[in-house]
């Protein structure tokens, strides 16, 4: 399983898949999924793709609610040459990865609609509290990717259903939020 989460972290809310993958990475990398926090989705990443059975992209959108976030299936769209320079989607990747590699993975794209793209870090109130959702969809995509032909009508939200985040799960996500990859607390193991 690959989960990639991308933007710009000094763009404010842009920066929202990069926080879900800096927490997703310490949960779940090394358990059979591999966690990629980048700032823009490129070519090289088909590879990748092509060696998972499930992908999940992760990313800030504009248009609706601040905070809102929503989960659709990613299906293979044709690439022109273009696509393939500024501005690659994910529909975009799934086709170089079924193209160049044969392989064609089950695909989400769960996004989080931004309130602030400025320069500055950290983000809005309203995406960081919409955090925990994110990482919750995303871990139940994870735990539940075996039984994806089971789900109701296989959509993600089908999937994603049960478990909701302790009230504990909620409180750490939300430090990762405020504080990025750095520890928000001092750890007692380390000196100084």
Partial sequence: MLIIGYGNPLRRDDGVGWQAAQYLSRELSGKGVEVIAC????????????????????????????????????EPEVASPADLTHHVTPSVLMDCSRKLYNSNPKAYFLSVCGESFELGEGLSPAV??????????????????GLRDKAEDGSCDSMCARFPNTPLEKQRINEVARHGNRDPQPRKDRQG
């Fill in 39 to 74: 700032h823009q989705l490129v070519p090289e990443h088909a590879e990748r793709i092509s060696q998972a059975d499930l992908v999940i992209f992760i990313d800030a959108s504009v248009g609706a609610s601040p905070g809102s976030v929503s989960c659709t299936a990613v």
């Fill in 128 to 145: 960081s509290s919409a955090l925990p959702e994110v990482v919750r969809k995303a871990r139940q995509l994870a735990s539940l990717s």
